[in-house]
C-alpha cells in the first residue's frame, strides 16, 4: 500500500525533505524507506551529506597517483608491471626476508595456503571469502554454465568451475587487476577479452593497461596495440557473432578490430563512450552509449561508421540493451538526474521517452544520484520483449517496457542485493519459462535470482526472496588499512564501499562481518584491550567500538570525532569544541585521512586533516555532550594531511607527511604546544618528491631512522633518513616507478624491510639496497598497508583481501 511523503516523514520521526532526499539519492521508494530499520535511516541520513562518494573515492586515489607536475604519466601502470615481471623472472632466493620470491611461485589469491609441513614461510590469504567487491561484468560459458568469469575493479579476472560455489583469480601475475569488463567470442567460448581503467570513476586513480586477451580461457596475455592512452579507460567490449569484429568503448571513443592478432585498432568514434552492443543475431547492427555527454549512436556496417540517434535532450551516461525477443526494439537507460526510460523501435536509430514510474505514480529515481557509477539495463528474454531490469543503486522490473518500475532488491537487506549495480548477465539456457535464472554484479561481488519472475514479488520490502550471493571466496574486497590485535587474533580492515570489517580467527575467511557501514578507512587497535578497535568513515570521521568489533553501530554513537545523531532534530549533529575534530566536521581532510594510535600510550590518537589533531584520553566515555577532547597541535600547512607516525618508545618523536609530499617531525610532540620542523627541504642531500606523502615509518629500534614513501608513477617513491631529517637516501632505485603505500620494517631484525606498492610487494634483506617481488600471495595487487601482529605480517591489499605470513622464525 502506498504511503505519502507525510506519513512516512511521521512514521520515521523526519521531515518531508529529508523523506524525498532520501528517496532521490537511494533511488528508492517511500514503501522502502517505510521498512528501512532505524539504524539504518541515520545511516543513509548521513550520507546526504556526501552525495558523490564514488567521484571523492576516485579523487582520492587519483592523489597518489600524480607525479610532481600533477599528471600522471602515460602507460605508467604497464610501465610498472614490466618492470616488477623482469623482477620476477631473475633468479633469487627462495625467500628474501622470509618473503617467498624468485621464479617459482605458485597462485595463494583465492584459497588459504597450507600452513603446516612447509620448509618456509607461506602467504596465508585472510580473506574475505563472504564480502567481495566491486564487479563489473560476467560472462558465463554457454555449454558449461557452472563456468563463469567475474572481473573486479582492483582484483582481477576471476573463475568458477561450479556456478559459484569456489572462486579462484585466473593469474596472480595479470599485467593489470583494475578490469572494468569482459566479452567473449560467440563463435568461440574458450576466447575472451578483458577491458582495464574504470572509465564510469571519471577521474578514478585505478587506471587499465589496455584490453587482456585469451584463447583458451586459461592464459591470458595483452594486447600490446592498445597499451595506449587511448586505453587506460576500457568501459565495455562488444564481441560480433563470428568473432571477426572487436569493438571496444573507451573513455576517448570507439575503436574497432578486424585482424585476428588484434594488432590493428581504427578509431571509428571520438565522444567518451561507456557502452557499445551488437544487434542479437546480426551483427551488422550496433549501438554505443556516451559516458558522460547524453547521447547514443547507432551502426549498420557492423560498427564502421556510425549516426547519431535522435532523441532527448539526454544528459550524463547512457546505457543501451537490445531486446532479445525483437532487437528492433533498443532500450536506453538515461543518467538525467535519478534516471529515465527511453526506448527505440528501429534498431536505436530514433527513441521516445517511457514513462519511467514508480507504483505510486510518480516518477522513479532508480539510478539516484550516481548514474554515472552505476546504470545497468537489460531485456534478454526471448519471449518478451517488454520485459526490462534496470539497476542503480537497487535493482528494479519492468512488465511494460519501462513504463513503470518495481524495486525487485533492497541495498539495506544483507539477505537481498547488495547496492551499486553494474553488470545483468542471463544463465545460457535461460528461456523466459523454464528457465528464468540471471546472474548480477555489483558492488558486493557477483549475486543470482533463481527465477527471475520470483523474486520481488514480497508484499512489502525488504525484497530478499529467490536472491543468492555468490561471493564464494571471491575474495576481491578493496582495502585502505587494517589493524590486528595479537592476543585475540582479530584483524579489522577499512573496506571500500564495504565499511568496517573484522575477520575472527576462530570463524575463517568465509565469515568476516561487517561493524560500521559505508566506506572505511584507517583502522586502529588497542594492544592493551582486545576489544577496542577504532575505523573511520570519510573525512577523518574517526569511531570506536568496544566490543571487540562484535556489533554494528546501531545507535549512531560510536563517533569520537564529534559527530552523533540528534534524537531531538532527527538528523545528524556537531558537539561543541573541545569535543570534536573541526576539520573532521567542515571535511577538511582526505576522503580516507589518517590517524593513528600513539604505539607507547593507547589514551592518545593524532588525526591528519588540514591541522593535527590530538586527544589524550581516546577511551573517554562517549555522549552526545561530551567525550574524548581534540586539539590543534600542529596547525594547518596549507595543504592536507597525508601520513603520521610515531616513534615506538619515545611519544614526543611524531613525524607528519602532507598531500603535496612536505615533511615536519617535532621533539616535543606530547607537549600543549609541540615545536615542529619541516624536514628535507634543503640540505646537501634533500628529500625531493613533491608529491602525495603515501606513508611515513619510524624504525622500532633507532628513532632516528625514519623511512617515508610517496605516490606517483616515478623513480624515487622510497626514502630514508638516519640523522632525524637532516640528510636523505633514495631507497627506490630499484624498484618499479609506481605509488609506494606502505613500508614495514621487522621488529627484531630491522634491517629486513618490507614495502607495499601499486603493482605488490618487495622484500629486501639489506635495509633497501636491494629488492625482490614476493611471487605468491599479494602478487601484483595494490598493497596499501602492512602492519605486525608480533612478528607476523599483515598484508592489505586494495582488491584482493588480506593476506599474512609468519615472520618469526627469520634468523
Known amino acids: ?249 573507451t573513455a576517448t571513443g570507439l575503436f574497432r578490430s578486424t585482424d585476428p592478432a588484434r594488432a590493428v585498432w581504427t578509431q571509428v568514434l571520438d565522444n567518451p563512450l561507456g557502452d557499445v552492443r551488437f544487434a542479437p543475431r546480426d551483427s551488422s547492427n550496433a549501438v554505443a552509449g556516451s559516458l558522460q555527454d547524453g547521447a547514443a549512436w547507432f551502426s549498420r556496417d557492423g560498427g564502421l561508421t556510425w549516426d547519431l540517434a535522435v532523441g532527448g535532450p539526454w544528459t550524463g551516461r547512457v546505457e543501451l540493451a537490445y531486446a532479445e525477443q525483437d532487437p528492433d526494439v533498443v532500450y536506453a537507460s538515461v543518467q538525467m538526474t535519478t534516471g529515465q526510460i527511453w526506448r527505440s523501435q528501429d534498431g536505436g536509430a530514433n527513441y521516445r521517452k517511457r514513462k519511467t514510474l514508480a507504483p505510486d505514480g510518480r516518477p522513479s529515481d532508480y539510478l539516484g544520484g550516481q548514474g554515472w557509477y552505476d546504470n545497468t539495463i537489460w531485456a534478454g528474454d526471448p519471449t518478451d520483449a517488454d520485459l526490462v531490469l ?110 568496517s570489517i573484522v575477520f575472527d580467527p576462530t570463524l575463517g575467511s568465509q565469515n568476516w562481518r561487517q561493524f560500521f557501514g559505508g566506506d572505511g578507512g584507517w583502522c586502529a587497535s588497542d594492544p592493551t584491550d582486545p576489544d577496542v578497535f577504532y575505523g573511520e568513515y570519510v573525512f577523518l570521521n574517526i569511531h570506536r567500538n568496544t566490543d571487540g568489533a562484535t556489533t554494528d553501530d546501531t545507535q549512531g554513537d560510536r563517533y569520537i570525532s564529534g559527530q552523533f545523531f540528534n534524537f531531538g532534530t532527527r538528523d545528524w549533529d556537531w558537539k561543541r569544541a573541545p569535543f570534536r575534530i573541526t576539520d573532521a566536521k567542515n571535511e577538511n581532510a582526505l576522503f580516507i585521512a589518517p590517524f593513528v594510535l600513539d604505539p607507547n600510550n593507547e589514551n592518545r590518537i593524532l588525526a591528519g586533516g588540514v591541522s593535527l589533531w590530538r586527544t589524550d584520553d581516546a577511551k573517554q566515555p562517549n555522549t552526545s555532550a561530551d567525550g574524548p577532547t581534540w586539539k590543534v597541535v600542529k596547525p594547518g600547512a596549507g595543504t592536507l594531511i597525508s601520513a603520521i607516525a610515531v616513534a615506538r618508545g619515545d611519544s614526543d618523536a611524531v613525524w607528519v607527511g602532507h598531500e603535496d609530499g612536505m615533511v615536519f617531525r617535532t621533539a616535543n610532540g606530547t607537549a600543549p604546544t609541540p615545536t615542529w620542523q619541516r624536514v628535507g627541504a634543503t640540505g646537501p642531500n634533500p628529500l625531493t618528491p613533491r608529491r602525495y606523502c603515501t606513508c ?73 639496497a636491494s629488492w625482490s617481488p614476493t611471487n605468491e600471495g599479494p602478487t601484483n595487487c595494490s598493497v596499501d598497508d602492512l602492519f605486525w601482529m608480533d612478528e607476523v605480517l599483515v598484508c592489505v591489499t586494495h582488491g584482493r583481501g588480506m593476506f599474512r605470513i609468519d615472520l618469526s622464525a627469520v634468523t
Not at 542503480?392 to 544483507?414: A, C, K, Q, V
Not at 527465477?451 to 561471493?471: I, M, Q, R
Not at 632516528?704 to 627506490?732: C, H, I, M, P, Q
Request: net charge negative; with cysteine.
Open 1 to 249: 500500500m502506498a504511503i505519502s511523503d507525510e506519513e512516512l516523514a511521521r512514521l520515521k520521526n523526519i521531515s518531508v525533505a529529508q523523506v524525498q532526499l532520501l528517496c532521490r539519492s537511494r533511488g528508492t521508494t517511500n514503501e522502502a524507506l517505510e521498512a528501512l530499520p532505524e539504524a539504518a535511516v541515520r545511516r543513509a541520513l548521513l550520507r546526504l551529506d556526501f552525495p558523490d562518494l564514488p567521484t571523492a573515492r576516485g579523487l582520492f586515489r587519483l592523489k597518489q597517483e600524480r607525479s610532481d607536475d600533477g599528471s600522471v604519466r602515460p602507460h605508467a601502470l604497464g610501465t610498472a608491471y614490466e618492470q616488477t615481471k623482469a623482477l620476477l623472472s631473475r633468479e633469487a632466493p627462495p625467500a628474501t626476508a622470509g618473503v617467498p620470491t624468485g621464479p617459482n611461485g605458485r597462485r595463494t589469491g583465492g584459497r588459504p595456503a597450507p600452513t603446516s609441513g612447509l620448509r618456509r614461510a607461506d602467504w596465508v590469504w585472510l580473506g574475505p571469502g563472504n564480502i567481495g567487491g566491486r564487479t563489473r561484468g560476467l560472462v558465463i560459458h554457454p555449454a558449461q554454465p557452472d563456468r563463469m568469469w567475474a572481473v573486479s575493479a582492483g582484483g582481477g579476472v576471476w573463475h568458477t568451475r561450479d556456478g559459484g560455489i569456489q572462486w579462484d583469480p585466473v593469474d596472480d601475475f595479470l599485467e593489470n587487476l583494475a578490469c572494468a569488463c569482459i566479452a567473449s567470442d560467440p563463435s568461440d567460448p574458450s576466447t575472451m577479452y578483458v577491458g582495464t581503467g574504470e572509465a564510469f570513476q571519471n577521474l578514478d586513480a585505478i587506471r587499465g593497461n589496455g584490453i587482456f586477451t585469451t584463447t583458451d580461457a586459461v592464459n591470458w596475455t595483452p594486447l600490446r596495440a592498445t597499451q595506449t592512452p587511448d586505453f587506460q579507460f576500457v568501459s565495455r567490449i562488444a564481441v560480433s557473432q563470428s568473432g571477426e569484429v572487436v569493438l571496444a568503448a
Open 696 to 768: 611515513i615509518t619510524v624504525d622500532p629500534a633507532d628513532p632516528d631512522t625514519v623511512y617515508v614513501a610517496f605516490g606517483g608513477y616515478e623513480r624515487g617513491n622510497l626514502w630514508v633518513t638516519k640523522d632525524r631529517g637532516a640528510s636523505w637516501t633514495d631507497l627506490a632505485t630499484a624498484l618499479p616507478p609506481a605509488p609506494i603505500r606502505a613500508l614495514a620494517v621487522h621488529p627484531r631484525r630491522t634491517e629486513l624491510l618490507y614495502c607495499g606498492t601499486e603493482v605488490g610487494l618487495f622484500a629486501s634483506e639489506n635495509a633497501g
Open 390 to 499: 534496470a539497476g542503480g543503486i537497487n535493482l528494479y522490473r519492468s512488465t511494460d517496457g519501462g513504463d513503470h518500475l518495481t524495486e525487485i532488491s533492497t541495498w539495506w537487506d544483507p539477505r537481498s542485493v547488495h547496492a551499486d549495480q553494474h553488470a545483468i548477465v542471463p544463465h545460457p539456457a535461460y528461456d523466459g519459462l523454464t528457465n528464468r535464472t540471471v546472474f548480477f554484479g555489483n558492488d558486493g561481488g557477483v549475486f543470482k535470482a533463481d527465477d527471475l519472475a520470483d523474486v520481488g514479488t514480497e508484499p512489502e520490502p525488504p525484497f530478499v526472496n529467490g536472491w543468492t550471493e555468490l561471493v564464494n571466496n571471491y575474495g576481491v574486497t578493496q582495502f585502505y588499512a587494517g589493524a590486528g590485535h595479537p592476543g585475540s587474533g582479530k584483524i579489522i580492515g577499512g573496506a571500500q564501499d564495504n565499511g
